[in-house]
């Protein structure tokens, strides 16, 4: 099994420049290709402190020239937020900078927050049907002389500019969780990216189900890979991995409430939630996250880690998003290459 790093920028306060975080989320990548990571992943996010990265495109073209062999990857571009002749050009430059290590995730979206700034009156079910149109167009124009005339783009003849430099293309990955959106993404040639976000093993397996069954419904298809994207902190002690519990609730209590979309926001920041609200989730409650999630000493993490690697799956994300300070980041990160990675055989 591979392992990646998923991070973001994540601005707590007004005081944090923004600049510093640029250069830690830097720094967190440096460790991960040092430590033998196959890959990072970076998202998209529009006018939110609590994950920033308008473009991941530039984040990946300046990664590039800090790196040498961990492959980049967009986890994910918002499909209804791009023209495809847009996002096939963006990303094949991006493969050109990184010498030919881009991956290209690509999703629906999911914060109405900020469907209703990119794109007015846009829902769920919309964004899906869009994503579905763009993923084999963008293919379509990386292969040249592509004319398109679907439901919401219509272009003539055209070819991406630049070419990417892997051949084909470089590897589409789609964020998948019903049973049709795994079916899609095989259908297309494409690697499938599922997390259970707050939820537990059940869900892990529930989503690997998923895709096994779609595999099996497509016979003649190549089968794709499938990552998994969770949360994980490798802890120092007990009191250690107690904290972190503290802290991953407080991060999916946020992460909640810009999904609801029903608090004020100000310069980029949701209006503060008391600690009565937060414990009044209980869904998120700190034991919760203890249970749920990959949080604890060495010994533990390469536990449940090893539960993964056993249903199958190709690739374990560390998502390492959580409102927690830069140097409990390092730390956790630190001990994970140090004292996990070592209990894996990865390619």
Request: aromatic letters at 10%; charged letters at 25%; glycine letters at 6%.
């Amino acid at each position: 099994m591979k392992f990646s790093l998923f991070v973001h920028m994540e601005r707590l306060a007004p005081e944090t420049p923004h600049a510093r975080l640029f250069d830690e989320l830097t720094e967190l990548v440096q460790m991960a290709e040092d430590g033998g990571f196959h890959a990072a992943w970076i998202g998209e996010h529009h006018g939110m402190e609590f994950t920033i990265s308008p473009n991941p495109f530039i984040n990946i073209a300046y990664l590039g020239a800090r790196t040498s062999r961990i492959r980049l990857g967009t986890g994910t571009v918002v499909a209804p937020f791009w023209h495809p002749i847009k996002l096939a050009g963006e990303a094949a430059l991006a493969d050109l900078a990184t010498h030919g290590r881009l991956d290209v995730g690509i999703a629906r979206g999911a914060y109405s927050f900020e469907y209703e700034r990119m794109v007015p009156g846009l829902d769920a079910m919309e964004a899906g049907l869009r994503m579905r149109e763009l993923v084999p167009a963008v293919q379509k124009l990386w292969q040249g002389d592509y004319a398109h005339d679907g439901k919401y783009w219509r272009f003539p003849a055209t070819t991406a500019v630049p070419s990417p430099l892997q051949d084909p293309h470089p590897p589409v990955w789609v964020a998948a969780r019903d049973p049709n959106s795994h079916a899609f993404a095989i259908a297309n040639g494409c690697n499938v990216q599922v997390t259970p976000l707050w939820n537990g093993e059940d869900e892990v397996v529930s989503l690997k189900r998923k895709f096994d069954e779609a595999c099996a419904a497509h016979p003649g298809a190549k089968r794709p890979q499938i990552m998994v994207l969770q949360h994980a902190f490798v802890a120092e002690d007990a009191a250690d991995a107690e904290l972190a519990g503290r802290e991953l609730s407080r991060f999916y209590n946020y992460f909640g409430a810009w999904f609801r979309n029903e608090r004020p926001i100000r310069r980029g920041f949701i209006e503060t939630l008391s600690e009565e609200e937060m414990a009044a989730n209980a869904m998120y409650a700190p034991e919760i996250m203890m249970k749920n999630l990959i949080i604890g000493t060495p010994d533990l993490v390469i536990d449940r880690v090893k539960r993964i690697e056993a249903m199958g799956y190709d690739q374990f994300s560390f998502w390492i998003d959580s409102g927690m300070s830069f140097e409990r980041k390092k730390a956790s990160l630190r001990r994970f290459i140090d004292q996990v990675l070592p209990a894996f055989e990865t390619a």
